[in-house]
């Protein structure tokens, strides 16, 4: 029976604690964290910030990191594992996706994540979270530090092509580095898009080109296997971020606008083998290896620049790396455990 006081999920994590108990010592308690556990304790401006740091150790080489491998499923279908080490802070484990493209019909999310946080010293497993949720968010905190690193002074209309969790968290997260006079969106799919428009305040568009003639900061987050946006619809000086198409047959921009723009990846290891938007227009002959300029940890830590001129359009291609969400898991586990969140158990380790 539960000690008086004490609700039934504090009561078995107490006697798990207690007996996990040895003659060295207490063992090491495996914390569990929930989607919403997570999302109590990871702001998103707090996690732009780590994105920076993590960025920028990643390009200097800091970190261990492996391309992710992937194993298709289908189409539209694949799993793919995730593991790194962060050095310092020490952040170690890996992510575990799955992509599944038929979800959207059954109603259930196309992307789902694991993560297992590892102590760096002694393998053993310090947490397991939730990862769908800190891979919304980290994406779009990558957005914005590009956005900070790359995009004009001045820009100040925002356009999003898409209308689920990306699109949302893209909004949250540039709002935060950029006030923006106007967001527009665009999304093929009428109802995502009025809910969207509602739920944000952003203005609904009635076409892809509408939204982004003008705007001074692109955001696709599509689905889209091939190109969701035209080379001639961007205007001069804008900053264009890509995160879908991550797969090599798949693109999401124009590849003229890719051939014509200073472009910027998270990683080239993975962009030369993972983003169809590069990938492609090396087999084309559109341009070579060199035409992607810089990391984007290169930028933030001073080593490149983002943009040389106002006129000129810049591209960002962001694939997601295994070490941005080890960072983000850390933070959400040491505030985790700050506040009491999450349950316990005793895997025996």
Same mark, same amino acid.
């Given at each position: 029976m539960a000690q008086a006081g004490l609700g039934a999920r504090e009561f078995v994590r107490r006697e798990r604690a207690q007996c996990s108990a040895t003659l060295n010592g207490t063992r090491q308690m495996t914390l569990c964290l929930?989607?919403?556990?997570v999302r109590r304790v990871l702001p998103m401006a707090d996690l732009i910030g780590a994105m920076e740091g993590v960025l920028a150790a990643f390009s200097a080489g800091a970190v261990v990191q492996p391309v992710r491998p992937v194993v298709e499923i289908g189409p539209a279908s694949f799993f793919a594992a995730m593991p790194g080490l962060v050095r310092e802070p020490a952040a170690m484990g890996a992510k575990l996706v799955t992509?599944?493209?038929?979800?959207?019909?059954?109603? +259930?999310?196309? !992307?789902r994540a694991s993560i297992l946080l590892l102590d760096a010293e002694t393998g053993a497993?310090?947490? +397991?979270?939730?990862?769908?949720?800190?891979?919304?968010? @980290?994406?779009?905190?990558?957005s914005a530090v590009s956005v900070k690193h790359m995009? @004009?002074?001045?820009?100040?209309?925002?356009?999003?092509?898409?209308?689920?969790?990306q699109a949302r968290s893209h909004f949250t997260a540039l709002s935060l580095v950029r006030g923006f006079r106007e967001v527009r969106a665009w999304s093929p799919t009428a109802a995502h898009l009025r809910a969207f428009a509602g739920e944000c305040g952003v203005?609904?568009?009635?076409?892809? *080109?509408?939204?982004v003639a003008g705007a001074g900061v692109i955001v696709?987050?599509?689905?889209?296997?091939?190109?969701?946006?035209?080379?001639?619809?961007?205007? *001069?000086?804008? !900053?264009?971020?890509?995160?879908?198409?991550?797969r090599p047959s798949h693109r999401e921009m124009d590849p003229a606008l890719v051939a014509r723009a200073r472009v910027v990846v998270d990683a080239r290891a993975s962009a030369f083998q993972e983003s169809g938007d590069i990938v492609m227009g090396l087999a084309e002959g559109r341009f070579g290896r060199e035409h992607v300029t810089a990391e984007l940890g290169e930028i933030v830590a001073g080593r490149a620049v983002g943009r040389?001129?106002? @006129?000129?359009?810049?591209v960002f291609k962001g694939l997601g790396l295994a070490v941005e969400d080890l960072a983000a898991a850390r933070l959400v586990l040491e505030r985790a455990r700050a506040r009491g969140i999450g349950v316990e158990i005793d895997l025996g380790g």
């Open positions: 929930s989607e919403a556990d992509v599944m493209g038929a979800n959207q019909a059954r109603g +259930l999310p196309t !992307h497993l310090l947490a +397991l979270m939730d990862g769908r949720l800190i891979t919304e968010m @980290r994406t779009a905190a990558v995009a @004009r002074a001045d820009a100040d209309v925002l356009a999003i092509l898409g209308s689920g969790v203005r609904a568009c009635e076409g892809a *080109e509408a939204a696709l987050a599509t689905d889209s296997t091939t190109p969701a946006i035209a080379d001639g619809w961007v205007a *001069e000086g804008a !900053h264009v971020i890509s995160v879908g198409a991550c040389a001129s106002d @006129r000129e359009i810049t």
